[in-house]
């Protein structure tokens, strides 16, 4: 029988840290990770087969949920005729005119196989379109590995191996701050290529930004000739049809997906006017490639996706219910715990957090006992048969899956818990 201590100990002796990426491996909230072998709909199943409501979903692909049926036909279908082409197929050209036509201001299209490819890409065209060096970006936003923007402030490096020549064109402001926005574009603006933003910053916490801060963004590039990427790889598709650009009426130059339009395939594309994206290779002088670029498993789980949640006109319910639940169990930990939470939504993504004097509206304003009351609630709802992410600054999803029905039994079991553990 499979036990998650041996897989655990065989893990650590074969792969780094016994994880493929950082945060799955439980090091922010203690204790050893388990290993799932099944999902469906809103549910997972570890290995010796108990079941766990999701909220974690992948980090973001699985608005439709775990192995939706209308995903898993098209996967079949693909599985029988094709596993990957590297050569013209109409399957990616799909799924570009389908976005292309949601969102008509990204006049053109390039797929690549991750967020992080995405985002690398569009900063080396980026830097060609307007022969500037200069990068900006803001504390807390994440965009991918990529080594000139694992740049924690004023270009220091972020992490080991990162060289300062390849951090030092690369600028970090604080998020909300108008002030340092001017000052920068004053000294620097007619040197910057490009200032790159998580419109809905979801990757320190869900840190919903004033439409002031990023118009103001948005008008100091125009102004100085930089151009403007809007990372939408976690809220392209998630937060409604038209992303953060919908909902800001901001159109950014460059913009970056990801995750859901895979459809849990590895896709990622950026995307932007015309001009700019003319400038890729073989045409254009800028080179970028990728021998599984548009695998047609992403292109049709992600055209599928998109188009379901198109029909259903999923976001308004989904938004409404995350809504809901986030009231109820809020008032159910404030119930039960000593902790004083103060949980936000934004459309189906939603945050545990505490409550603070003020809006959480950069980084600095997270309290920093953040992490370790967020560890005590992880494990409590782990117990439960409910899975979080495994980060305090990871934020939560809902589903289309994540029914009212769904949500009841989650805010059931939870309920059961707290009324049996001594007060935290
Ligand atoms: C906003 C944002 N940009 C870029 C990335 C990198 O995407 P990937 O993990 O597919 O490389 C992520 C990943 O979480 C992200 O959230």
């Given at each position: 029988?499979?036990?998650?201590?041996?897989?655990?100990?065989?893990?650590?002796?074969?792969?780094?840290?016994?994880?493929?990426?950082?945060?799955?491996?439980?090091?922010?909230?203690?204790?050893?990770?388990?290993?799932?072998?099944?999902?469906?709909?809103?549910?997972?199943?570890?290995?010796?087969?108990?079941?766990?409501?999701?909220?974690?979903?992948?980090?973001?692909?699985?608005?439709?949920?775990?192995?939706?049926?209308?995903?898993?036909?098209?996967?079949?279908?693909?599985?029988?005729?094709?596993?990957?082409?590297?050569?013209?197929?109409?399957?990616?050209?799909?799924?570009?005119?389908?976005?292309?036509?949601?969102?008509?201001?990204?006049?053109?299209?390039r797929?690549?196989?991750?967020?992080?490819?995405?985002?690398?890409s569009t900063l080396r065209l980026a830097r060609a379109a307007t022969?500037?060096?200069?990068?900006?970006?803001?504390?807390?936003?994440?965009?991918?590995?990529?080594?000139?923007?694992?740049?924690?402030?004023?270009?220091?490096?972020?992490?080991?191996?990162?060289?300062?020549?390849?951090?030092?064109?690369?600028?970090?402001?604080?998020?909300?701050?108008?002030?340092?926005?001017?000052?920068?574009?004053?000294?620097?603006?007619?040197?910057?290529a490009l200032?790159?933003?998580?419109?809905?910053?979801?990757?320190?916490?869900?840190?919903?930004?004033?439409?002031?801060?990023?118009?103001?963004?948005?008008?100091?590039?125009?102004?100085?000739?930089?151009l403007?990427c809007?990372?939408?790889?976690?809220?392209?598709?998630?937060?409604?049809?038209?992303?953060?650009?919908?909902?800001?009426?901001?159109?950014?130059?460059f913009?970056?997906?990801?995750?859901?339009?895979?459809?849990?395939?590895?896709?990622?594309?950026y995307?932007g006017?015309?001009?700019l994206m003319?400038l890729l290779?073989?045409?254009g002088?800028v080179?970028q490639?990728?021998?599984?670029?548009?695998?047609?498993?992403?292109?049709?789980?992600?055209?599928?996706?998109?188009?379901?949640?198109?029909?259903?006109?999923?976001?308004?319910?989904?938004?409404?219910?995350?809504?809901?639940?986030?009231?109820?169990?809020?008032?159910?930990?404030?119930?039960?715990?000593?902790?004083?939470?103060?949980?936000?939504?934004?459309?189906?993504?939603?945050?545990?957090?505490?409550?603070?004097?003020?809006?959480?509206?950069?980084?600095?304003?997270?309290?920093?006992?953040?992490?370790?009351?967020?560890?005590?609630?992880?494990?409590?709802?782990?117990?439960?048969?409910?899975?979080?992410?495994?980060?305090?600054?990871?934020?939560?999803?809902?589903?289309?899956?994540?029914?009212?029905?769904?949500?009841?039994?989650?805010?059931?079991?939870?309920?059961?818990?707290?009324?049996?553990?001594?007060?935290?």
């Amino acid at each position: 029988m499979l036990n998650y201590k041996d897989l655990w100990k065989r893990s650590l002796a074969v792969v780094p840290s016994g994880v493929h990426s950082p945060v799955r491996s439980f090091a922010s909230v203690g204790g050893e990770p388990i290993f799932f072998s099944k999902a469906k709909g809103p549910y997972l199943w570890d290995i010796k087969g108990n079941k766990y409501i999701d909220f974690c979903l992948a980090f973001g692909p699985l608005i439709l949920g775990h192995c939706d049926p209308e995903i898993s036909h098209v996967i079949k279908e693909t599985a029988e005729n094709a596993d990957c082409f590297g050569a013209c197929e109409p399957y990616s050209l799909a799924l570009a005119e389908f976005i292309n036509r949601e969102l008509p201001f990204l006049e053109k299209i390039r797929f690549v196989s991750s967020g992080t490819e995405a985002v690398m890409s569009t900063l080396r065209l980026a830097r060609a379109a307007t022969k500037r060096e200069y990068v900006l970006k803001f504390e807390g936003c994440y965009h991918g590995h990529v080594d000139s923007l694992l740049v924690r402030a004023g270009s220091i490096p972020d992490s080991a191996g990162v060289t300062k020549i390849q951090s030092q064109n690369t600028f970090v402001l604080s998020l909300d701050d108008e002030n340092s926005l001017e000052e920068f574009f004053q000294k620097n603006g007619k040197k910057l290529a490009l200032a790159i933003i998580e419109p809905l910053p979801a990757n320190n916490g869900l840190v919903v930004q004033r439409h002031s801060f990023l118009q103001k963004l948005a008008d100091l590039c125009k102004q100085y000739g930089a151009l403007l990427c809007f990372d939408e790889v976690i809220s392209g598709f998630r937060v409604a049809r038209q992303g953060m650009a919908g909902l800001t009426g901001i159109q950014a130059d460059f913009t970056c997906l990801g995750k859901i339009i895979g459809g849990g395939f590895p896709v990622g594309a950026y995307c932007g006017r015309q001009e700019l994206m003319d400038l890729l290779a073989p045409e254009g002088p800028v080179y970028q490639a990728g021998t599984l670029s548009a695998n047609p498993f992403g292109m049709r789980a992600g055209l599928a996706t998109l188009e379901k949640c198109k029909r259903d006109a999923i976001y308004e319910p989904l938004a409404e219910l995350t809504k809901d639940f986030c009231q109820t169990l809020n008032t159910l930990l404030n119930t039960y715990t000593n902790l004083n939470w103060d949980l936000i939504s934004f459309a189906s993504l939603f945050w545990l957090k505490n409550k603070t004097p003020e809006t959480i509206r950069s980084i600095s304003a997270i309290p920093k006992e953040h992490q370790q009351n967020y560890a005590k609630i992880f494990h409590l709802f782990l117990d439960a048969g409910i899975y979080l992410p495994p980060s305090g600054f990871e934020v939560c999803f809902l589903s289309l899956a994540h029914t009212a029905e769904v949500l009841d039994e989650a805010l059931e079991k939870i309920k059961k818990k707290l009324r049996n553990q001594s007060i935290i």
